[in-house]
């Protein structure tokens, strides 16, 4: 079967940094998304992997290892707004999205 | 501007009476998708529309049914909702389909209380 693993829940606190961890194991890969959903909102898009590698975008990175079926999402200079849920999602063989359950992401003064 | 836009926000709707979530786009694109995400969970493919080519995933129930009447709109019918029905339902679209890096955008979601 296809699954997608991120912790559930995970607590910072604002300026620093946290990665959020993403394994999976999928049918054929075509790339892995990273999106942001906050509370009753809809995901919005933050970054795609198709290459090993780390992808840096402002205070948002992402890395993937395609060997391992890992990412992480790195989040630096945290800020109060950046409490959110994080999904990661797969882009199987079909090119069909498999969804993580997402990170609850908390920040603390 | 929003450019996927799903109406109403909130619906009530009682139990085992049909109920219609709508969604429309300004994006052109080909692909509309409409997901159920319970709390806590990922986001559930119910189907999705391919131009006016429509694909149904093997376990969504009989009782979801959808129409793309033209490229900027798409209605989610659930003909009689149960109480395990009340979720949040995600509309999205991409440009395309069957390609790497086809980002998908989401609306706001509308999120249905059966009552």
Same mark, same amino acid.
């Not at chain 1, 049918?27 to 992997?49: C, K, M, V």
């Not at chain 1, 840096?56 to 707004?81: A, H, T, V």
């Given at each position: 079967?296809?699954?997608?693993?991120?912790?559930? $829940?995970?607590?910072?606190? $604002?300026?620093?940094?946290?990665?959020?961890?993403?394994?999976?194991?999928?049918?054929?890969?075509?790339?892995?998304?990273?999106?942001?959903?906050?509370?009753?909102?809809?995901?919005?898009?933050?970054?795609?992997?198709?290459?090993?590698?780390? $992808?840096?975008?402002?205070?948002?990175?992402?890395?993937?290892?395609?060997?391992?079926?890992?990412?992480?999402?790195?989040?630096?200079?945290?800020?109060?707004?950046?409490?959110?849920?994080?999904?990661?999602?797969?882009?199987?063989?079909?090119?069909?999205?498999?969804?993580?359950?997402?990170?609850?992401?908390?920040?603390?003064? | 501007?929003?450019?996927?836009?799903?109406?109403?926000?909130?619906?009530?709707?009682?139990?085992?009476?049909?109920?219609?979530?709508?969604?429309?786009?300004?994006?052109?694109?080909?692909?509309?998708?409409?997901?159920?995400?319970?709390?806590?969970?990922?986001?559930?493919? &119910?189907?999705?529309?391919?131009?006016?080519?429509?694909?149904?995933?093997?376990?969504?129930?009989?009782?979801?049914?959808?129409?793309?009447?033209?490229?900027?709109?798409?209605? &989610?019918?659930?003909?009689?909702?149960?109480?395990?029905?009340?979720?949040?339902?995600?509309?999205?679209?991409?440009?395309?389909?069957?390609?790497?890096?086809?980002?998908?955008?989401?609306?706001?979601?509308?999120?249905?209380?059966?009552?």
């Amino acid at each position: 079967g296809q699954n997608i693993d991120q912790p559930t $829940e995970m607590t910072a606190t $604002e300026g620093a940094i946290v990665q959020i961890n993403c394994t999976y194991q999928t049918s054929g890969f075509n790339g892995l998304f990273w999106y942001q959903q906050h509370a009753g909102e809809a995901p919005t898009f933050l970054s795609y992997n198709v290459l090993d590698g780390l $992808e840096e975008k402002g205070r948002f990175s992402s890395f993937l290892s395609r060997s391992k079926g890992y990412s992480y999402l790195l989040l630096k200079e945290l800020q109060m707004k950046d409490s959110a849920s994080y999904l990661c999602a797969v882009m199987d063989s079909n090119y069909q999205l498999i969804w993580g359950a997402g990170t609850k992401l908390i920040i603390k003064p | 501007d929003a450019m996927v836009i799903q109406n109403p926000r909130y619906q009530v709707t009682q139990f085992g009476k049909p109920v219609t979530l709508s969604c429309s786009q300004t994006l052109n694109h080909n692909v509309m998708y409409w997901y159920q995400q319970k709390s806590s969970q990922a986001p559930k493919l &119910l189907f999705h529309y391919y131009d006016k080519d429509f694909n149904n995933e093997a376990d969504t129930p009989d009782n979801f049914q959808s129409r793309r009447p033209n490229t900027s709109f798409c209605f &989610l019918d659930i003909r009689s909702p149960g109480l395990g029905d009340a979720a949040m339902y995600l509309c999205a679209t991409s440009r395309d389909r069957g390609r790497p890096n086809t980002e998908a955008f989401f609306g706001q979601g509308t999120r249905l209380t059966v009552v």
